[in-house]
């Protein structure tokens, strides 16, 4: 299915990333090395999950390894949410066409980092977004990542003054851990996206992390005073 019809078929109907992001993912995928998997921290009813398999089946043909408890976390004790969402995401896997490209692990993320071995050539964390959560998600499995791979974090413009807030615990993971980690090398910010390059053989901060992560400053900032308004 084209990404255009997976755009109007999902994107603008089923709750997580917006379609922009949904775009970006896919993009995302196409371009990530060939010689390894793509793995998902946090898939929900698989709307992520789909974009991110359409556009590895549209690119290298990688395998996308989706890791999810489906139950038992915080977005399933708020309301409305299913108690399980495992059975919605495999139908929203088959309405799309990409069942077969995804390996899905119903687990949470610390029960399976510690026995993983194959190379990550991308990985989407859309987790916890409590700070320590986002932090050991990104630890744990950058150490996998091969030269070049792509790290892409969700919810990373967090609000400003709202320490408390679950998205600025992402955000301030982005911050320190990605865009201040001569690690990575900063590709841009697409919504609430913040994704980079793995090049451990850097020396230093690229420049461009600092304006990527000024653009996100400057998101966090209007998205301060729009609540100010209200």
């Not at 030269?147 to 974090?153: F, L, S, V, Y």
Request: charged letters at 20%; proline letters at 4%.
């Amino acid at each position: 299915m084209h990404v255009d019809q997976l755009i109007n078929k999902f994107a603008r109907t089923l709750p997580g990333v917006n379609a922009k992001e949904c775009r970006l993912l896919h993009k995302l995928a196409i371009t990530a090395p060939s010689n390894g998997v793509i793995v998902e921290i946090g898939s929900y009813i698989g709307k992520s999950t789909i974009f991110l398999a359409a556009g590895a089946m549209a690119g290298h043909g990688q395998k996308v390894y989706a890791i999810d408890p489906h139950e038992n976390t915080y977005e399933h004790q708020q309301p409305g949410v299913p108690s399980n969402t495992l059975a919605q995401f495999y139908a929203n896997l088959k309405a799309a066409e990409v069942e077969q490209q995804v390996v899905q692990i119903t687990d949470f993320s610390t029960h399976v980092a510690p026995t993983w071995k194959d190379p990550i050539a991308m990985v989407f964390i859309d987790g916890d977004n409590r700070y320590e959560p986002a932090k050991a998600d990104l630890k744990m499995f950058e150490q996998f990542c091969m030269d070049g791979a792509i790290i892409a974090m969700h919810d990373t413009v967090g609000r400003i003054g709202s320490g408390l807030d679950r998205k600025s615990g992402a955000a301030k993971a982005a911050h320190k851990h990605v865009l201040m980690n001569k690690n990575f090398r900063a590709e841009g910010l697409r919504q609430s996206i913040t994704y980079a390059r793995y090049r451990p053989q850097q020396r230093h901060v690229p420049l461009v992390n600092f304006f990527v992560d000024a653009k996100r400053r400057f998101y966090e900032l209007v998205m301060f005073v729009r609540i100010a308004l209200r």
